[in-house]
């Protein structure tokens, strides 16, 4: 009796880690999109791509798979390393709508990957390589951040908007709450950095957060030129 009882036991143990190793469910994604200007501005500087400097547009930083409770998945699968053949007919838009601005100088590949290996492999319960990046591109056209902004005068020309305009101006014009993160300048300004937007398992539809993400912002924030 005593033997059946612990390998029972055992068993929903095993049983356990494999539903927590095999699910890589989460409940919504975060969409980041990043102000080139303010990730240029600060202390770490920028390279451009290859191809040029990016237009001045808001940049996809990336599609993040998580948790109502505030805390989200990382590098969930090893064994699924990034494949640029999946995503060729994808690149031309990639390197417009998520150009990647690290140093040194580089066409994207490595901030790709590095995207899909930390965040893309937790979704792939609903999204396989291609997908995940096509999502996050027809996300992008979904929210045209910079005109959002421009209609309500708000501009990257230096100056200092509050924060609240600056949200509401984004919900006004895409009917959804974002979150915003911003950086320090080099002179301590607090600058928009990025924008986060919550979107459903599916990576299709916009939803109200869940959970706001982490601020750091001060209640007026410069808008940096780029
Ligand atoms: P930070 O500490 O803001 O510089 O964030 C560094 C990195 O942590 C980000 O680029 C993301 O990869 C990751 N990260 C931060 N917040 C989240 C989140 N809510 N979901 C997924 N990844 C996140
Ligand atoms: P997180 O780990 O998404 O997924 O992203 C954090 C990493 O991405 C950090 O190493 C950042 O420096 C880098 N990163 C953020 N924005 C960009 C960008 N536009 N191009 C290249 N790397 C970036």
Redesign the pocket.
Known sequence: MKLSISFLAKLLILQYLSVQCLSDDFDFFYF?Q?W?GA?CDSK?S?CYPKTGKPTADF?I??L?PNYNDGSWP?NCDPDSTFDKSEISELISSMEKS?????CPS?N?I??WS??WE??GTCAESELGQREYFEAALKLKEKVNLLQILKNAEIQPDDEFYSIESIKDAIKEGSGFTPGIECNRDSRGNSQLYQVYMCVDTSGSDFIECPVSPRSKCGSDIQFPKF
């Open positions: 980041v990043q080139p990730y770490q920028c940049g930083h990336g993040w990382s998520w150009p990647s601005l690290s580089s994207g490595r901030f590095h995207e930390k965040h």
